[in-house]
Each structure stands twice: as C-alpha cells, then as structure tokens.
C-alpha cells in the first residue's frame, strides 16, 4: 500500500487534548449547579435517606417480630429455630447492603450531598448518531425515551460527578437512576487534518470509490491513551484468573504434600470451580492477546489514514449537481491502529469503542 511519508507529519511529541465522553457525547463544560439544581439535588438525597432508614427500619421490625414468635410458638422446636435463624441472616444481609452497598439508598444520599458540596455539573452535549450498546447508560436512556440517536441534532445530558447520575438529558429530570460513566479519550492532534489533505490516491474500492491513504504519527496523549488499555487489558482478568489457576492446582499441591498420587476424584470435587477458572483463564488470554497487539501499534507510533472519495466527487459536473439535502455525496475518512486493525478515528471524531472503554 502506498503512504505518504510519515516524516512529513513527524508531529508526535505535540499533545492533544484529552476530552471526556458519556452516553456517546464529549464533555462541553463543567459547571456550577444553579439554586434550582441545588435545591432538587438536596431534596432527592434527603428522600433516598428516608427511603433506605425506613427500609433498614422495616427489616429491624420484622427481626424482632420474628423473635417473639419464635420464643411464643417455637419453644422446643428445632425447625423453628432454624427457619428463624435463616431469617436472622437473611433481615441482616439486607440491612447490611442498605448499609454499605453502593447502589444502596444511603451510599447514593451520601454522593448527592457531596455534589452538593461540590456544587458542580458535568455538561456533555452532541448529536448521538448511532446506538452503542456497550453503553448502559446511553442503552438507559433510550429506553426511558430521554435520548434519540439519530435525530440530526444535539442534545444536552447533565451528570453529576461524584455520584455519577444521569440527573437531566434537555433540561427534563431523569426521575430513575441512571448511572453515567466517563471515559478519557485523546482528540485527533491539530496535524491530523493536515495529514488527511495530504494523501496518495491507491485505486477503486469495489463500489467505484477512489481510495487514498496515508499515515501521521500518534500525539503524546493518544500514545497514553493506548496505554491504559495495554494495562488494563491484562490487569482486569489478571486477579481472577490467578486465584482461580490456584484453585484449579489445588489437587496437585495436597497430592504432592501428601506424597500420594491425585485421583479423578481429586478434580471431580471441585468442577465447577475448576469451570470457573478454566474459562478465567481464556480470559487472560484475551487480555494478553489484545494488549501484544496494541504494543505493536504503540512501537510502530502511527495511525494509517484511509478516506474513500465517492465517483460522484470524483467525475463532479460543472456545475456540480444539486441534491436534497441529507443526499450529498461526502467523503468517508477513518485513521485505524497498523497491527491490531482497529478504528482509531472515523470522520475526526474517536470511535465508539475508544469512548465506551471507561
């Protein structure tokens, strides 16, 4: 494939901007909370505080009720005794999640005064232009019929930072509780646009398009950026596997301090254990994989540029056609990582998956 030289656009030491993404949007500004906003954020934390001690409250009551039935009817009773205890654990299990879980009431009235305190939003706006359904929160909203992909304009989401809520999408409320995260990504480098006017036409794509490329350099922050997914890519799977691997070794370990020979039984005993560890296994692997992969592209320091010009640009009248709007012909431009293959930028913007990855 013929490139325009990459020396030409030896720029990788010039940093990007790093721009956080949610619900397929970037992150427009960062404000302070209006009174009103204040005002609505107190108010929910203090409901979801009364909400989770009337639960905990509730579970108490019934604990109790239970007892004295328990010393009224069940005297003598092993039966009783026992469902009594099971309900024990059950009422202090579910205390204990109302206590400490983070999805529980009281963890979230905790985060919402610390927005408060804070007194700060996360503004993202932009035109969602197609669904990305490893996205949850935008996957949420969509099916709360808050976002509209596709509808050729820009909507607005507010979410708040230290407890992570969805808390409006167009100035209208999110009622439910939508947990919203970000992700840090790289925007394209100034010398990207300049890279992309500088390409080498290389032939037809098989639908009659003019195919050109080129490569430029990745900037400092884009090189960061592939980073943390080489790390994250082995670390995430690594604890799993290596306590289930353990696990799955086990027999071998007691075999040989016992000096005896390990039996089918051995294995038998612990298989869906060894399930488990089998499959983290594989896991790791992947990780492994993905993350050699991305080395690669990392050493080689550069994003291959590909753009696809339609024959209509190509053999344009003149004067040029005039088409419906929405109709026009347009360039497609994407930049993809050498080794691995995967889409880095498409049309100047980064890919999906790069502001899904958290």
């Known amino acids: 494939m013929a490139t325009s030289d990459i020396t ?5 030491d010039a940093d990007a901007e790093m721009k956080s993404w949610c619900c397929g949007m970037p992150l427009a500004e960062e404000r302070p909370l209006t009174p009103e906003e204040v005002a609505a954020v107190r108010a929910e934390a203090m409901r979801l505080r009364r909400q989770g001690a009337g639960a905990i409250a509730g579970v108490l009551g019934v604990m109790f009720a239970l007892s004295a039935l328990s010393r009224t009817y069940g005297q ?17 299990a579910i205390a204990g999640w109302l206590l400490l879980s983070e999805e529980g009431p009281l963890r979230r009235a905790g985060k ?11 503004v993202f706006r932009g035109e969602v232009k197609i669904r990305d359904d490893a996205d949850q929160a935008q996957a949420a909203l969509i099916k709360l019929n808050a ?3 596709a509808m050729g304009r820009a909507q607005t989401v507010l979410v708040l930072p230290e407890a992570q809520r969805v808390w409006s999408v167009d100035g209208a409320r999110v009622a439910r509780w939508v947990s919203a995260r970000w992700s840090e990504v790289a925007q394209p480098p100034a010398f990207a646009a300049l890279a992309a006017q500088w390409l080498v036409p290389t032939g037809h794509a098989p639908e009659g398009e003019l195919v050109s490329t080129g490569q430029r350099e990745l900037s400092r922050a884009e090189r960061r950026e592939i980073e943390r997914y080489i790390k994250r890519y082995w670390t995430r799977p690594l604890p799993a596997a290596a306590v289930l691997s353990l696990w799955l070794l086990w027999p071998v370990f007691a075999a040989i301090g016992n000096a005896r020979v390990i039996h089918l039984s051995d294995w038998l005993a612990g298989a869906p254990t060894h399930i488990w560890a ?5 896991a790791l692997a992947y990780g492994v ?3 050699h992969k991305l080395s690669l592209d990392l050493r080689e320091g550069a994003v291959q540029i590909l753009k696809l010009t339609p024959p209509e640009l190509v053999d344009a009248p003149d004067p040029p056609k005039i088409l419906p709007p929405g109709k026009e012909p347009v360039d ?18 980064p890919t999906i998956w790069r502001r899904s990855a958290g």
């Open 76 to 92: 003598g009773s092993q039966i009783v005794g026992l469902e009594v205890t099971l309900e024990f654990m059950a009422g202090i």
């Open 332 to 349: 497609t431009l994407v930049e993809y990582l050498p080794v691995s293959r995967r889409l880095w930028t498409e049309d100047g913007s």
């Open 147 to 149: 976002l509209h992909p």
């Open 112 to 122: 919402l005064i610390r927005d408060v305190k804070n007194g700060a939003v996360k």
């Open 289 to 291: 994989y993905h993350a």
């Open 278 to 282: 089998i499959f983290a296994d594989i």
């Open 8 to 12: 030409s656009w030896g720029h990788g």
